[in-house]
Nanobody
Framework: QVQLVESGGGLVRPGGSLRLSCKIQ????????MTWYRQFPGGHREMVAS???????QYGDFVKGRFTISRDNVKNTADLQMNNLQSEDTAVYLC??????????????WGRGTQVTVSS
């Protein structure tokens, strides 16, 4: 069974750092783009950072150089290094990827999310 599993969330003080990791588990053929989203209470969801198989990256405007997304195509992981976290970064962070499966050309998958809380 293919699934995305996030880890690395937690409680951090303003100005602190966290590193999130997304691991693809299960039998897949290849991975297209991998993206981190975040979701706030009330349901609003926004794109945080995205990375292509070739390493091209995109970030939400609010990131302003604080976050870095990286990817390991051998381990099928995507990490999000977050620095200088502020209270407004508090949210559930979810991993999203489109995968090529043995019998499916392109399928979307979401992880369950990991909570990030920034508070003094």
């Amino acid at each position: 069974q293919v699934q995305l599993v996030e880890s690395g969330g937690g409680l951090v003080r303003p100005g602190g750092s966290l590193r999130l990791s997304c691991k693809i588990q299960g039998h897949i053929s290849s991975v297209y783009e991998m993206t981190w989203y975040r979701q706030f209470p009330g349901g609003h969801r926004e794109m945080v950072a995205s990375i292509t198989g070739g390493g091209g990256t995109q970030y939400g405007d609010f990131v302003k150089g604080r976050f870095t997304i990286s990817r390991d195509n051998v381990k099928n992981t995507a990490d999000l290094q977050m620095n200088n976290l502020q209270s407004e970064d508090t949210a559930v962070y979810l991993c999203y990827a489109e995968l090529k499966l043995p019998d499916v050309m392109r399928a979307p998958f979401w992880g369950r999310g990991t909570q990030v809380t920034v508070s003094s």
